[in-house]
């Protein structure tokens, strides 16, 4: 069965801590994206890679920065976190090719900044 | 600019009613297609994908047919459950390209 699992489902850190939320799929796919999700604003997108040691802003890459050293494994760091970084945060990968696959999500991680 | 309008919810309808929810895109060529669904407390997953023009996607008794002259892709039930309840995702991806979503449409089923 086909997977993206993320470090932890909940997590409490307080107001300039650096946050590290962890990514990894095991179905070997070069995309990888983190998403934040915020009630009435749908999902939006901070990074993504298409391989190893790449990446790419998305629309909102403000405050975030990511890691990818392994193909399986796509972190998401929050250099200084704040409380608009407050957020439910979404994980997933997909094939490269010609946009027909399926994406696949992590279950999230809902992070709280006080 | 590529993006996707899908009507604002929230939806809520009695059981065995009938379910539409509306879904335009904007695109240069021809995207895929795709309605996500995100169940309480879960990720998303999908829920079902149209690839070309006039394909029907279609699972667990949901529908949504890919209409390239109304740049539409909407999603249909015939009669929800209670078990539907959840926020619906319409997207499209063109290319190896990340998924350009809507802003979701919650769904209550009430019995």
């Known amino acids: 069965d086909v997977k993206v699992t993320q470090s932890s489902r909940y997590l409490v850190k307080r107001t300039g801590e650096k946050v590290f939320l962890e990514c990894v799929q095991d179905?070997?796919?070069?995309?990888m994206f983190w998403y934040r999700q915020d009630p009435g604003l749908g999902l939006r997108l901070i990074y993504f890679?298409?391989?190893?040691?790449?990446?790419e802003k998305g629309d909102i890459p403000e405050g975030y920065s990511v890691s990818r050293e392994k193909k399986e494994r796509f972190s998401l760091i929050l250099e200084s976190a704040s409380t608009n970084q407050t957020s439910m945060y979404l994980c997933?990968?997909?094939?490269?090719?010609?946009?027909?696959?399926?994406?696949?999500f992590g279950p999230g991680t809902r992070l709280t900044v006080t | 600019g590529n993006s996707v309008t899908q009507m604002e919810g929230p939806v809520t309808l009695s059981e065995e009613a009938f379910l539409t929810i509306n879904c335009t895109y904007t695109?240069?060529?021809?995207?895929?297609l795709f309605w996500y669904v995100q169940y309480p407390g879960e990720g998303l997953q999908l829920l079902l994908k149209?690839?070309?023009?006039?394909d029907k996607g279609s699972n667990k008794g949901f529908e949504a047919t890919y209409r390239k002259e109304t740049t539409s892709f909407h999603l249909e039930k015939g009669s929800v459950q209670v078990s539907d309840s959840a926020v619906y995702f319409c997207?499209?991806?063109?290319?190896?390209?990340?998924?350009?979503f809507g802003k979701g449409t919650r769904l209550s089923v009430i019995a």
């Open positions: 997933a990968s997909v094939l490269a090719g010609t946009g027909v696959h399926e994406q696949y």
């Open positions: 179905m070997d796919h070069e995309n």
């Open positions: 890679s298409y391989d190893v040691k790449m990446k």
């Open positions: 695109a240069t060529g021809y995207p895929s």
């Open positions: 149209a690839t070309k023009a006039d």
């Open positions: 997207a499209r991806r063109q290319g190896n390209t990340p998924l350009v």
